[in-house]
T-cell receptor, first 114, second 112 residues
């Protein structure tokens, strides 16, 4: 079974530019999550999809962030325009169903805004 | 509100020594508790989890953790550190819904 795949693994962009991160969950996993870790801080929840619907987007920092999951398969997270404080590691995770089980995480995208 | 505190952002141990990584949580209801590990250039990997039942939980690679409700703790231990254990470790809680709350992580260095 392929794991959760994230593209790109690293991205360096200038302030004001746009970046799109992609996450391919494990096939058949309806639940998809985005998390972010700013340097030295805790990993924080951004949002949760169930299939193509946003179940919870309470962690999205502001309207410069847009997440989509068209067709309920892969998801994209767009940052436009990027600011310096957006730098960090963006993790995607997926799970087959809710409940107490842990997720399967991707290896993350390290975003650096300069 | 839920929160997770990991004492010590960096921990160093000698190879063969005991590993103890501390995690305390605050939660108004019984939580589900997790430890994740991140090796360099890899994703977060589940080490172990506590949901219900036995409070001493065994995970992969010889790690275990004990849920102590009275102390609101879920410390991670391993009797004998190996060089391959060098990684960053994250404690997390999940109370309701599907959202995890993570600690700030503890970077473990193993000294040969």
């Amino acid at each position: 079974e392929a794991g959760v795949t994230q593209f790109p693994s690293h991205s360096v962009i200038e302030k004001g530019q746009t970046v799109t991160l992609r996450c391919d969950p494990i096939s058949g996993h309806d639940n998809l999550y985005w998390y972010r870790r700013v340097m030295g801080k805790e990993i924080k929840f951004l949002l949760h999809f169930v299939k193509e619907s946003k179940q919870d987007e309470s962690g999205m920092p502001n309207n410069r962030f847009l997440a989509e999951r068209t067709g309920g398969t892969y998801s994209t997270l767009k940052v436009q325009p990027a600011e310096l404080e957006d730098s960090g590691v963006y993790f995607c995770a997926s799970s087959q169903q809710g409940g107490p089980s842990g997720y399967t995480f991707g290896s993350g995208t390290r975003l650096t805004v300069v | 509100a839920q929160s997770v505190t990991q004492l010590g952002s960096h921990v160093s141990v000698s190879e063969g020594a005991l590993v103890l990584l501390r995690c305390n949580y605050s939660s108004s209801v019984p939580p589900y508790l997790f430890w994740y590990v991140q090796y360099p250039n890899q994703g977060l990997q589940l080490l172990l989890k506590y949901t219900t039942g036995a409070t001493l939980v065994k995970g992969i690679n010889g790690f275990e953790a004990e849920f102590k409700k009275s102390e609101t703790s879920f410390h991670l231990t391993k009797p004998s550190a190996h060089m391959s254990d060098a990684a960053e470790y994250f404690c997390a809680v999940r109370v309701s819904g599907n959202q995890f709350y993570f600690g700030t992580g503890t970077s473990l260095t193993v000294i040969p």
